[in-house]
């Protein structure tokens, strides 16, 4: 069973800088991406950052510039480098994986920026 354990959110003020990291385990085959989405209340869930097995990387545009997708193959691990955090940044943040052509999510992380 494909579970995923995210970890690195919390309270920072604006300008100030995270980051999350999210391990991917019981993966049986291989990954073939790996994002970030985060959902603001009252707000609908939108895409942060993904990056895919070749290395290539997507990012919103209220993201680019500031965040940074990496990922670990070899610790199936993806990370999100968040710098010059903003109030509105604030969310709770999602990974995701796609392994063939399931993907799976994990429970979230809070990220609350002040200003």
């Excluded at 990370?79 to 799976?104: G, I, R």
């Amino acid at each position: 069973q494909v579970q995923l354990v995210e970890s690195g959110g919390g309270l920072v003020q604006a300008g100030g800088s995270l980051r999350l990291s999210c391990a991917a385990s019981g993966i049986r085959f291989g990954i073939n991406s790996m994002g970030w989405y985060r959902q603001a209340p009252g707000k609908q869930r939108e895409l942060v950052a993904t990056i895919i097995a070749g290395g290539n990387t997507n990012y919103a545009d209220s993201v680019k510039g500031r965040f940074t997708i990496s990922r670990d193959n070899a610790k199936n691990t993806v990370y999100l480098q968040m710098n010059s955090l903003k109030p509105e940044d604030t969310a709770v943040y999602y990974c995701m994986v796609v392994v063939t052509t399931l993907d799976y999510w994990g429970q979230g992380t809070q990220v609350t920026v002040s200003s």
